[in-house]
């Protein structure tokens, strides 16, 4: 039963909702979830015949606040650049759909929620979940939502894996999919500096086997788990730019272990900041999901098969300096795609900034959105 209705004539800029739907949510894991909870925003109206509805997928640290302002920090949207009046995606023109991931902390089903069956937070005992998993929630909700077709998914970074994703796991019901800063799978690289992450969490004592009071976080190792994380996002050129090799309000070495460096004070910033605001255990879950992903598993290792008789439209984007997931992993999707025959458009943009470019000032890419949107309306 849902907890509201939604009223097509709303168009307030950033609805927070939340649903609950009924279970059983059958998992890849071959577990179900006795109901589903999810949390999400809408932005716009949904038009008579339900077909400008845009789903826009957030990245591992992410949440459903993608336009509107944080009610945590405060803070703007994650994707205000790209999202919102006069920009690529509309709400004058778009429906616009945003969903907190299954096993995230942000309002949809995790870690972190009550088991109906202990009436206890599940903890560690919440079941494994897959990118997959996260694809099907969000077809749930749109089914709730009343949007059989979607204009378009929209995602970068695990945004992006999701979007590639829908296009794999429900082709009918997508027409255009955006991938930003992407990749089909997870390196054995990405799979070694989440781990590094993750035994920084479970090192914590205050982890207790992930049993942690909410008030006693393993804050200390989500910290150090985010620091790894984050040195990721970025290049060694925007690094050098913005640090290079300058002291922390001071003149001189101080031989110790204080942050000496600019750059180690930002990275601990990073840590902090993040524990204010994310799960430990939401962390452990969605990156082991990411490890999961490879959407060529499933087909014998031929990428192309993921895709076949596909009639979605894709636009592939990357940035020159991103090395968490390079341009070379978005030219295998491509070549994938056109060896399916499928409609595909490829730009791999400049940038100093890393992976985190598509969060950041980017003229070209929102040309790229809007274009590409506006020629598969």
Request: hydrophobic letters at 45%; aromatic letters at 10%.
């Amino acid at each position: 039963m849902a907890t509201h209705a939604l009223d097509p004539t709303d168009t307030r800029f950033g609805l927070d909702r939340r649903v609950m739907l009924p279970g059983p949510f059958a998992l890849a894991s071959g577990q179900s979830l006795a109901a589903l909870e999810i949390g999400y925003e809408t932005y716009g109206t949904l038009n008579a015949d339900a077909s400008n509805a845009i789903l826009v997928c957030h990245a591992l640290t992410g949440d459903q606040h993608v336009a509107s302002v944080h009610p945590r920090t405060g803070k703007p949207g994650w994707w205000a650049r790209l999202v919102g009046p006069g920009l690529p995606i509309d709400p004058a023109r778009h429906f616009i759909v945003c969903a907190n991931v299954l096993g995230g902390c942000s309002g949809t089903s995790g870690p972190g929620s009550i088991d109906p069956a202990t009436g206890r937070r599940y903890a560690m005992a919440f079941p494994v979940i897959t990118i997959r998993d996260m694809v099907n929630v969000q077809a749930r909700l749109l089914d709730h939502l009343g949007v059989g077709v979607l204009q378009a998914v929209v995602g970068g970074s695990m945004g992006g894996m999701q979007a590639l994703d829908w296009a794999a796991a429900h082709p009918a019901r997508v027409r255009n999919v955006i991938a930003v800063a992407s990749a089909a799978r997870h390196s054995a690289q990405n799979i070694a500096f989440h781990e590094v992450g993750r035994q920084a969490i479970m090192a914590d004592p205050m982890w207790q086997g992930g049993d942690y009071a909410e008030d006693k976080p393993p804050a200390a190792g989500l910290a150090v788990a985010r620091m790894a994380a984050h040195i990721t996002y970025l290049s060694e050129e925007g690094l050098t730019a913005k640090f290079g090799r300058r002291l922390q309000n001071r003149d001189t070495l101080g031989f110790g272990f204080d942050a000496e460096f600019q750059v180690e004070s930002y990275l601990r910033h990073q840590g902090l900041a993040f524990v204010e605001r994310f799960d430990a255990n939401s962390y452990l879950y969605i990156t082991r999901a990411l490890d999961y992903f490879d959407l060529a598993a499933a087909h014998g290792g031929q990428l192309a098969a993921a895709f076949a008789g596909t009639k979605t439209r894709f636009a592939i984007i990357s940035f020159n300096s991103d090395w968490l997931y390079p341009t070379a992993e978005s030219r295998r999707i491509v070549r994938a795609l056109n060896a399916a025959g499928a409609a595909v458009s490829f730009v791999e943009l400049e940038s100093p900034f890393g992976h985190d470019a598509f969060l950041l000032e980017a003229p070209e890419m929102n040309r790229v959105v809007d274009g590409f949107l506006r020629a598969g309306a």
